[in-house]
């Protein structure tokens, strides 16, 4: 349930369309689901904005179909991270309606809101750049979510430094976007270069793409970290779905000052 199908209930509530006892079963199950291994946590859309998320890296095919199973029965988008091609294979041949981003590692189900998200051109625009081919694992996992959880997203990929003309083509991109979504492995350095050409606030993503001194992303993480261009704020290391959660929320209260 989240804030929308809240206020729809206690108006059916008010109207005489739903009764309290109906009303009150619909609030229990907002509570969490129970598992030997996990406890869903159904409320965090409501809170936060932002559903409960399936790691799928270190669980097993059936642990993730069972909890999946549980959030399915849920309004809204379900999603699991950092799953193989293997669990994705298992996971989705149990419910058919899912889809699995290979590229991005991800599975999707449920509803998303897509339809104002996507079409609607009065909501803020998250950008998501990536320096290289090799970053777009990251890239994707963080475009996504943003996408699922109910941003506009654009993407431009492979315009790092390397050429960066290739950035300089996609200035009008930048500047549309109410915030974005910067995606580099290597020494880290797009973020700080988009950051000092844009307003908006830029989320940096290290990734752990590089040579041997690049120490699994820890040069990029400490290159964004060290850089002299404001309004940059950091993720961790491959960090693309925190990323996209952020932007959105970044988005969703710019769309809500706007709407005053």
């Known amino acids: 349930m989240d804030e929308k199908e809240l206020v729809n209930l206690l108006d059916k509530v008010k109207n005489g369309q739903c009764a309290i006892d109906d009303a009150v079963f619909a609030l229990k199950r907002?509570?969490?689901?129970?598992?030997?291994?996990?406890?869903?946590?159904?409320?965090?859309?409501?809170?936060?904005?932002?559903?409960?998320?399936?790691?799928?890296?270190?669980?097993?095919?059936?642990?993730?179909?069972?909890?999946?199973?549980?959030?399915?029965?849920?309004?809204?988008?379900?999603?699991?991270?950092?799953?193989?091609?293997?669990k994705a294979r298992l996971v989705c041949g149990r419910f058919p309606d899912t889809i699995y981003y290979e590229e991005a590692r991800m599975i999707v189900g449920g509803k998303a809101d897509l339809e104002d998200a996507e079409d609607s051109v009065e909501r803020p625009l998250v950008a998501v750049l990536a320096a290289g081919t090799s970053d777009l694992p990251v890239a994707e996992e963080a475009r996504l979510t943003a996408v699922h959880v109910g941003c506009r997203v654009e993407s431009a990929y492979d315009i790092g430094i390397a050429g960066i003309h290739r950035l300089y083509a996609r200035h009008e991109l930048l500047f549309r976007a109410s915030v974005l979504i910067v995606v580099a492995g290597m020494e880290g350095a797009l973020p700080g270069v988009v950051a000092g050409l844009v307003e908006a606030p830029v989320i940096a993503v290290p990734t752990s793409v590089g040579y041997g001194t690049g120490f699994g992303g820890i040069a990029a993480l400490l290159g964004m970290l060290n850089s002299c261009a404001p309004g940059m704020a950091v993720v961790n290391i491959d960090n693309g779905f925190g990323a996209g959660c952020m932007a959105s929320k970044i988005a969703k209260m710019a769309a809500r000052v706007e709407n005053k």
């Open 30 to 86: 907002m509570g969490p689901g129970q598992h030997d291994f996990a406890c869903l946590d159904h409320h965090r859309r409501l809170r936060t904005g932002i559903p409960e998320v399936i790691f799928g890296e270190n669980k097993s095919a059936e642990q993730i179909s069972i909890i999946f199973e549980g959030m399915l029965g849920r309004a809204g988008v379900v999603m699991a991270t950092r799953v193989s091609a293997e």
